[in-house]
């Protein structure tokens, strides 16, 4: 883009060193629907280099051209498309052309030498640059891409600059002997400070606005402990199913895909505790001291469930590329504590699935009821529990359910509830979540990747429930598509005398 007609960078943001971005898997879904969104955002807001280069490398011999015109459709796609994270509406035609003149298609195996070597001579036609490896392909891809660019040399970062770095996607292993091997693997070809491993969560505003609200204002973080916090609900639940991924979710299930990394990521926002400073260091140590904190999940902890025929469609057996007599849970549920001086003997309840009553991601603290009754004819187990809720998505924002005297001439109380949308005080923009991801990798800031250390102690934390001691497996229970989920997670929290909040809720929401 022209700098001269080119938007200003948001307040306070710099652009990034020019670097060559190199993206393994530029034929795949995540290239489609999040890197190009976010690289095209980017450019919108001028925060890219102008010496910039996007080098696709996939298998299958095509033309840069036709790679761009297909980039290009899908984004028009996605922005037209209202359910679509990335509806921008009309597309910024400089911007595009922007980001469009930096692409160029390599057709290569990614298990073949020569497609390195072939890299490698193109890097040299930018010596001493920069260059991001970005790993958007699927995980048995990992080692094997790793390992040849660490044989060829690409790894090597300059004594004059020149930075080397690798972005790996999730699942970063399956348990926790996997994800040590892989990780031991990748470090005997790079160093850590090399690596941005991806929690796409992470990535979002309102995910990263819990620290603003936990650390920017005075009134939550004094109660924001055992003495005042009855419990915590993590959730994120999605009215979809497994959208033709039936070959990926077979094999990931919800658990895996959903509990010891996004989840854990915000109950690692939620618990952690203030850090010194915003340096990526201080803020991953302190969340690391909480996955190393959370008391390992047993079997009794957790509760496994599986969507059969419903008001929402068919059973997750019926669906393609699913075994017809399939036990992969589409649901999870789990109990689990921290245990250190802050949360002792306070439940966070965590529960994520597919094809459930409401699409909703959220993390609502409930307080713990006032101490004594005050008002005639209401006992305190009556009053409505004070909770804050931070929405994720799709609604964008906070609400807190309270209590209030309603209007007449008796004392009675009355719950309502205050709330907070961003889109009333900030223009919203179609981000995708990777923008930040991205611009962050460019500028070396790895506050918001994962530490290899915090990945391990996360999938020991559940060791127990993917290999139980006790030997078998855990019980998978039906819930019908488009319900609440399982009974059997009512169960769970009914054992410490909690109950699920609704996933079909009368909240205005927006969005
Ligand atoms: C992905 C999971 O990591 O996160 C998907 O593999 C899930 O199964 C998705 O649907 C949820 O992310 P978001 O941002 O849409 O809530």
């Not at 969340?287 to 509760?303: C, G, N, R, S, Y």
């Not at 005080?425 to 991205?438: D, I, M, S």
Request: aromatic share 10%; glycine share 8%.
């Amino acid at each position: 883009m022209n700098p001269q007609q080119a938007p200003a960078s948001p307040a306070g943001k710099r652009p990034a060193p020019p670097c060559t971005l190199v993206i393994f898997g530029a034929g795949g879904d995540l290239t489609k629907r999040l890197l190009m969104p976010a690289l095209y955002n980017l450019a919108v807001d001028s925060l890219l280099d102008d010496g910039m280069k996007i080098i696709g490398v996939n298998h299958g011999a095509r033309e840069t051209s036709e790679w761009r015109d297909d980039l290009h459709k899908s984004l028009e796609q996605f922005a037209a498309d209202k359910a679509s994270t990335f509806h921008a509406g009309k597309l910024d035609d400089q911007a595009w052309d922007w980001v469009a003149q930096r692409l160029e298609y390599m057709a290569g195996e990614f298990e073949t030498d020569d497609t390195f070597a072939q890299i490698k001579q193109k890097l040299e036609q930018t010596p001493g640059g920069n260059v991001i490896f970005y790993l958007a392909v699927s995980s048995r891809f990992f080692e094997p891409i790793v390992e040849r660019l660490g044989n060829a040399g690409l790894l090597k970062e300059g004594d004059v600059g020149g930075f080397r770095r690798l972005v790996i996607e999730k699942p970063f292993g399956s348990d926790l002997a996997s994800a040590r091997d892989l990780n031991a693997h990748i470090l005997s070809f790079a160093k850590e400070t090399q690596v941005y491993r991806i929690d796409h969560f992470l990535g979002k505003d309102t995910v990263q606005s819990i620290l603003a609200v936990r650390f920017a204002n005075a009134l939550f973080e004094p109660i924001w402990r055992r003495e005042y916090i009855d419990s915590v609900q993590i959730t994120a639940s999605e009215t979809i199913g497994v959208e033709g991924r039936g070959k990926f979710y077979e094999q990931t299930g919800a658990f895996r895909d959903m509990v010891p990394n996004h989840l854990f990521q915000l109950l690692g926002m939620v618990a952690m505790e203030p850090p010194n400073s915003f340096d990526a260091e201080a803020v991953r140590d302190r969340k690391a001291e909480i996955f190393d904190a959370i008391k390992p999940l047993t079997p009794d902890d957790v509760v496994f469930g599986q969507y059969e025929k419903g008001p929402a469609g068919v059973g997750y057996r019926e669906e393609p590329d699913v075994a017809p007599d399939s036990t992969t849970e589409t649901y999870a549920a789990a109990r689990v504590f921290v245990e250190n001086w802050r949360w002792a003997g306070v439940p966070f309840y965590l529960r994520t699935g597919k094809r459930l009553a409401g699409r909703r991601t959220e993390i609502s603290v409930q307080l713990k009821p006032v101490p004594f009754r005050l008002f005639r004819d209401t006992p305190v187990d009556a009053l409505t529990p004070n909770v804050l809720t931070l929405r994720i998505d799709p609604a964008h924002g906070t609400s807190f359910d309270f209590n209030v005297k309603t209007p007449g001439p008796v004392m009675q109380i009355g719950a309502v509830q205050s709330s907070f949308d961003y889109g009333d005080f900030f223009a919203e923009r179609a981000n995708v979540g990777y923008e930040t991801l991205l611009y962050d990798c460019m500028l070396g800031d790895e506050t918001l990747f994962q530490r290899a250390d915090s990945i391990e102690t996360s999938w020991c934390a559940v060791d127990d429930v993917l290999h139980p001691e006790s030997g078998g497996a855990m019980p998978v229970h039906g819930y019908p598509a488009g319900s609440e989920g399982p009974a059997e997670a009512d169960a769970l929290l009914a054992r410490g005398g909690h109950a699920w909040r609704p996933l079909q809720r009368d909240v205005v929401e927006k969005k």
